[in-house]
Nanobody, 127 residues
């Protein structure tokens, strides 16, 4: 059974930083996608960053709107996916989700490529 748990969200002032974590277990893909998405009420889930992990390589993708202010990384030994976010702005306020899916050569920042999701962690940026 696939189990995904996000953590690290919270309230932060504009310009601040947060690091989100995603602990995952139970899936059995040799090549797969893992990604961070965010969603606000009434809007679609938006891709933030993703890693396509192959047998020997990993490819990283970032949303154009957030590139330079977020960094995705993965501790393979501990099976934890991280999202470091810097210089946060109020428009970053959202529920952040971690997703896992089988390898796909379609858009890795599309939520349609992901099969399993965590419950999300809330990020609020305000003064």
């Amino acid at each position: 059974q696939v189990h995904i748990v996000e953590s690290g969200g919270g309230s932060v002032q504009p310009g601040g930083s947060l690091t989100l974590s995603c602990a995952d277990s139970g899936y059995d893909y040799s090549v797969y996608l893992m990604g961070w998405f965010r969603q606000v009420p009434g809007k679609e889930r938006e891709g933030v960053a993703a890693i396509r992990t192959g047998r020997t390589t990993a490819t990283i993708y970032y949303s154009d709107s957030l590139k330079g202010r977020v960094t995705i990384s993965r501790d393979n030994a501990r099976k934890i996916l991280y999202l470091q976010m810097n210089d946060l702005k109020p428009e970053a306020t959202a529920m952040y989700y971690c997703g896992v899916g089988p390898n796909s050569y379609s858009d890795p920042l599309s939520s349609l490529q992901y099969q399993y999701w965590g419950q999300g962690t809330q990020v609020t940026v305000s003064s």
